[in-house]
């Protein structure tokens, strides 16, 4: 008896996992939102392949990479655009149109930087 006494004193109990609980909402992602997202994405990766090529050839950028980068300024400004009225949805998850609206800023800096640094 005294075995079995000592056996449930020293059980350790572990915490249950909260998975079990459902969470029922009605957000969703907007489809504006993962849009954005995707322009970003989509011109962040342009520019950074133009500038790698650039880099490749010696500093010497050739003109499908000037208008490759031309492109994503439209994409950037599109995004971003599109990431702002996403965002001022109810109601949404707002992980992709946060993630539009700072890959189309960053994107149209640096195409900014690029152009200043190429009138130096």
């Not at 009605?26 to 970003?40: I, N, Q, R, W, Y």
């Not at 962040?44 to 031309?70: D, P, R, W």
């Amino acid at each position: 008896m005294e075995e079995q006494r000592k056996e449930k004193k020293f059980r350790i109990r572990l915490p249950r996992r909260r998975r079990e609980r459902y969470v029922f909402t009605d957000k969703k992602h907007p489809e504006k939102g993962v849009l954005s997202a995707a322009l970003g994405l989509l011109s962040v990766c342009t520019i950074a392949y133009s500038i790698y090529l650039s880099f490749e050839n010696g500093g010497q950028a050739e003109v499908k990479y000037a208008a490759a980068v031309l492109f994503c300024i439209v994409y950037s400004v599109a995004g971003l655009i599109l990431g702002i009225i996403s965002r001022t949805e109810r109601d949404i998850f707002t992980f992709f149109p946060n993630v539009g609206i700072v890959l189309n800023v960053l994107s149209l800096i640096c195409m900014g930087v690029l152009i200043f640094l190429a009138f130096m």
